[in-house]
């Protein structure tokens, strides 16, 4: 007899997941520890003003992964999306053309016309390999191909790995970038777009999905920490929750899929021996994020009309500056715009206000010396430091098949899905990449339990 399968986590995995599950009729429970859904991309309303957690945006628009399984469920028409491609570089010399595909490499100012041409040789032929013929290259660090480029070549390159990976070139796998070039190349007909939800807040997108698991006689449930999954003979038999109320009761089920960082869950949701240690120790591996210090300014009047902006140079603290407000009003109240400029930083400045403090203050010295109004429009600012920011890019050798499987063997009835999971792509597209991947697993296991 097949009982509900539970989902711990509502954040883009857990719901991807959930709501596949659901389309199939399966019964599903998603229990979530916090009070609302998104998990990594949950939301919140600051002074009327709609924030992320930190800067978030869809890679390949509606060749994302998140979209695909949206129309595979019929309700892609309930995400509207805002296109972001406005997308520009700063430098002393001004402004220059972001390049969207590798004809704008042709045109791109930014850098001498030598360097384009060197650039384009050096990236075709990444473009056009496949994608079984980059997991050849998942041990190897981008920077291989970029270190004996020129400086303003590298600068490009850093920047744009501050908006695919939210890191630097050095954290970040040849064969992953390739993926990336691969999937975003004109020529073969992917998008270079990214997207944002055009209603404001990119938890929309979990919500859609959260609606659709209600409407199919899903149970979606906050404040509900899962403590333990009981494991019986090998197999999934329950899991042990503490409720909105401090409760402990105990759910009996054949099937749980684990949606949040694997190397975390591993350690939290089993008795001793169940996992085989060695196993753990190399799932602990993956645990390698990126940190990032971002701020949200509000404004009263409109500085730029450019969605993106990345500042290039060493000398620049302000990695990207996204003009939330020009990508979608909805963001914002009547008169005032949004805007949030980050940067990476080592994970123990994270939890130093102090520095976080100092970092703040050289963004704004430099937003004002790229619009001079920004001071004078400036109303409020929050500052964010963040740990976690994805466990998809983490470095060269941890990236796409060596990433945590959607099962263990031996232990029947368990499956992990999330961005700490096989799959490839960035952050929210690879948490859906990994649905896309488990679910005929899951699916699988539950038929042969009606049988
Ligand atoms: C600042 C920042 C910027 C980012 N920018 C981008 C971007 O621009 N584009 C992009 O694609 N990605 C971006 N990401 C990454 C993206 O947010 C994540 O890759 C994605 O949201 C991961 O989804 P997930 O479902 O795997 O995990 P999560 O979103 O972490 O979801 C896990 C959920 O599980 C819940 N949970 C944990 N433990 C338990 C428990 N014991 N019981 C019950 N519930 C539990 C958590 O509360 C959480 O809701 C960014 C992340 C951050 C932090």
New binding site residues.
Partial sequence: MSLPTII?????????TGALLAHDSHDVIV????TK??????SMKFKNHIL????????FYKKSAIFTILKNLGIESRLKLAKVDDIAFYATTGFHIYPKGMVDLLRLSLIPFKSRIRLLKLLLPLAFSSIEKTELWDDIPLTKITHDLDADTNAFFEAVCMLAF?DTADHISLGEFARTIIRANPFKGGTSEFAYPDGGG?DSICHVLGDFILEHNGILKTK????KIIIKDSKVTGVV?IDSLNAKKIIPTNSVVV???AY??LN??FEKNIINLKFIEKINKLNKTTS?V?VHFALNSQIDTRQVVFPVGKDYVTKGIFFISNITPSVSPAGEHLIIA?TPVSSDDTEDSRKVQNIVTKMKEEISSIYPKFNSALLWERP?A?K?????VKEPGKVWKSKMPHQIPGIEGLFF?????ISY???????AH?SILCHPKIKSFLNSLIK
């Fill in positions: 711990i986590g509502a954040g883009v995995g857990g719901l991807t229990l979530e520890k916090s859904l998104g998990g990594r991309t949950a992320d957690n930190g800067f978030h945006i869809m890679p939210a990119y509900q920490s899962v403590k929750v949606s949040y960082p975390t869950a939290q949701l990032v971002e980050g964010m963040w976690l920011v994805e466990s998809v899905v999330g961005d700490s999971t792509g960035i952050g929210t597209d690879s948490a990994s």
